[in-house]
């Protein structure tokens, strides 16, 4: 696998492990060669074809409707109490009010230090109204650090698939993380943790430790060319660096923005971000236009570095 940069990107090239869906995908190749050999290529029907991406949620995307404020489902929400929950704070759970499509993928969101689910709440309906089960948490203190809010983005995961009222409608295979600052540094955390999680995406991140070969979960590192409180230097940078070559990671730099901007709705997190889950956690190949080639510099992106083409 060739990894394509931008003019200001500095990443090394590396080859992706072919991951179970990219067998899944070889697999669905060699059916259709063998039914085209026997001259039955028109019996391979759409409904075969999409046996590849079984995942697949919503219409074909655009560039309009991902950078939509709302998606084509209507969304629910239930609020869970933090007496209800062990391990972290409770929250609120945003998820699609049809269940005509199956199961969904589920997705994590932690707050930064000091904060709480308040700040990272504009991610839950937005990211449902795509297709996603959203869980934006509170920690159990506002001083937790990556550490614990890792545990605790872990502990919201195992409630939402094991105990939750809306349990019956995710798949509990296809989970994320995400996170603002110190939660960004805690969905690192999380992905090291456990490397069954199919995405990870820190939103301008903070964390002591600035090293990640462990990780094996595909990841989108966020940064902002302006953040003072964790400068893409010594924080988002060196995280994506450090992730393995051979992983499927992006790295987002923000333009024009602060430590801060994640935590009010943004179009080019929004689209990048939920581009991201839908390729990793639904392995909705649709997605990948919109992630490679790679997004070049412009208004609202400072820099955008990543491997391409996606292997998982």
């Known amino acids: 696998m060739q990894q394509y940069t ?21 697999a669905m190749a060699g059916l259709a060669a ?35 404020s709302t998606g084509p489902y209507a969304v629910s929400r239930t609020t869970v109490s933090s007496l209800a929950v062990t391990g ?17 993928g589920a997705v994590a ?12 709440a504009w991610l839950g309906p937005r ?32 409630h939402l698939t094991e105990r939750s009222t809306v349990r019956g409608r995710i798949d509990s295979s296809r989970l994320g993380v995400m996170g603002h600052s110190m939660g960004g540094g805690g969905s690192l955390e999380a992905a090291k943790s456990r490397p069954s999680l199919q995405a990870a995406i820190p939103l301008t991140g903070w964390n002591t430790d600035k090293s990640w070969p462990e990780i094996q979960t595909p990841t989108l590192i966020v940064g902002a060319d302006g953040d003072t409180v964790a400068p893409v230097g010594t ?22 923005a602060s430590h ?3 935590n009010t709705s943004n179009t080019t997190i929004a689209k990048y971000s939920l581009s991201w889950l839908k390729r990793f956690i639904d392995n909705d190949t649709r997605y ?12 609202t992106i400072e820099e955008y570095r990543g491997n391409c083409p996606h292997a998982s």
Do not use: M, W
């Open 6 to 26: 931008s003019e200001t990107s500095k990443g090394a090239p590396g080859a992706a492990p072919l991951r179970r869906h990219g067998r899944l995908r070889s």
């Open 34 to 68: 063998l039914l085209a050999v026997g001259g039955l290529g028109t019996a391979l029907t759409p409904t075969a074809q999409a046996a590849d991406n079984p995942y697949e949620r919503g219409p074909a995307p655009t560039t309009a409707s991902i950078e939509a």
């Open 88 to 104: 972290f704070g409770g929250g609120t759970v945003y998820y699609p009010t049809s269940t005509s499509d199956g199961t969904f």
């Open 109 to 120: 969101v932690s707050p930064g230090f000091t904060a709480d689910q308040s700040s990272i």
């Open 127 to 158: 990211l449902a109204s795509q297709g996603f089960v959203v869980f934006t948490i509170d920690t159990l203190t506002r001083y937790d650090q990556p550490d614990s809010r890792g545990r605790q983005l872990l502990a919201a995961l195992d």
């Open 235 to 256: 924080h988002s940078e060196p995280f994506y660096e450090s992730l393995p070559s051979s992983l499927d990671k992006a790295y987002l730099e923000l333009n024009g």
């Open 260 to 262: 801060f901007t994640p």
């Open 288 to 299: 990948e236009q919109f992630l490679c080639p790679l997004p070049r510099p412009g208004l």
